[in-house]
């Protein structure tokens, strides 16, 4: 579990750009930080592994402030996925999935092993392992840097717009894989995004943030789009207009489901089918 | 052409192998000079160089600094520490000019070359758990070494046109001949080794090329041979 308490950063320049900030993030869940662009969302994350240290607050993982513990052995245990990938462009694609583990001293031998699990952990062709990243796809190199933060088995992962650089295809991939290897591993995982589809889809529980990181609702993807706290939440969201806002028409073959623009978005059945969630 | 052709003939006399300074004798000195300057000014300029880039700390010192050491004349600095240091020390006060001579290119090569690494692989590596010795050691240090070696490669070029100077505080490397050949107005001794000091310097300048090429990380020259 992680926790804010009472957080503020003020960068020296004298930005604010997080003022008073409260999160409880549950264990083994996907926690996604959402919001427009200078909310403040990274400067949340790079405070989970003290990449950013608080001007005031505390931050907890699992009860003991991370403030006492060493900055260097913290971020060896969390997992961090940087948006560009922030890869080791000198460094094979092998040696920088073993980056920490060399680091903590564990055999060339036993490193190299475990960097070729996770290059199908991560859905790679053990093939590039002896690439360079500036030999892969940006596709590619994401993924590479999923398995570099996962190469330490880390409890916790922070992904900061992991795919924002990606086409949407690749993206829509990558989104299925992270679903699917959050089932398989069961990290407490903090996802940040400007994405609110992103969001809803990954997101166990989804913090939407306004600017200064302020909190603007927090919920389930369910309670959010059922339920919006405020104006601010629903026109984030998109719930009067575009793909949310659906409305019924009853055609020859039963009732679809019809966005504002006029596309059909799904058929109405009576209830829910075996794949979705009870 | 004459003097040009009278000058060639200087340098493959016979008369070069032997006599007071030979030849061979005087472009050891020379080479043996600049080596030594260099490599002071390498193990003073390097690391704090480093540390400059590193930490991002005294650039502007650094920077003004070297500014005002370029602007001295290397004449006249190698007379004034002559003078200072006394004559009994003439080849401690030639090379510690050179030495300074050499120290702002180097530096500058050595901060610049860490100052370029994308910020944003530095950002990576100290994400991981890197400690800063780790960052300098295993990131900034092997992706700055092209820059670096560019400024050992000026720093060599300046000193070993410069070394022409220690002919005049004492009768070592290819500046003797300089000084004797202005002396006794033997103008095919003064450009012959004119000529061997521009040999060297470009016999040095391509081999520095060459290390300059080598010493590009393989991933760096890897993904730019596939964006070209
Ligand atoms: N190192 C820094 N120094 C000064 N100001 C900063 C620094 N880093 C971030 N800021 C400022 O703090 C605010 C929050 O930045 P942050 O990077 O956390 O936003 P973000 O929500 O991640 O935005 P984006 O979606 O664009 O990545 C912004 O106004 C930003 O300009
Ligand atoms: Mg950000």
Redesign the interface.
Known sequence: MIEFRSVTKTYPDGTHAVADFDLVIPPHKTTVLVGSSGCGKTTLL?MI?R?VDPTSGVIEIDGEPIQDRDA??????IG?V?Q?????????VVDNVT??LR?EGTSRRTARDRALELLDTVGLDRAIAE?????LSGGQQQRVGVA?ALAADPNILLMDEPFGAVDPIVRAELQTETLRLQQELNKTVVFVTHDVDEAFLLGDQVVILEKGAQVAQIGSPSEIIENPADEFVASFIGAERGARALHTKQTGRGTVLVDAGGRTQGVLVDSPGPEAPA | MDLFAEAIAWIFSPERQTGSLPLSEAIWTHLAFTFVSVVVAAAIAVPLGWLIGHTGRGREVAVALSGAARAVPSFGLVLLLVLVLGVTHKVGAATTAFVLLAIPPVLAGAYSGVEAVDRRVVDGARSVGMTPTQVLRKVEVPLGLPLLIGGLRSATLQVVATVTLAGYVGSWGLGFYIVQGIQIRDFAQILGAALVIVVLAVVLDALFAVLERLVVPAGVSAGRARDT
Do not use: I
């Open positions: 790079r592994n990449m260097v052995k913290l971020r060896r245990s961090y940087l560009n990938g922030g890869l080791l462009p000198h460094h094979r980056t920490v680091l690439r360079y990243p500036g030999q570099r």
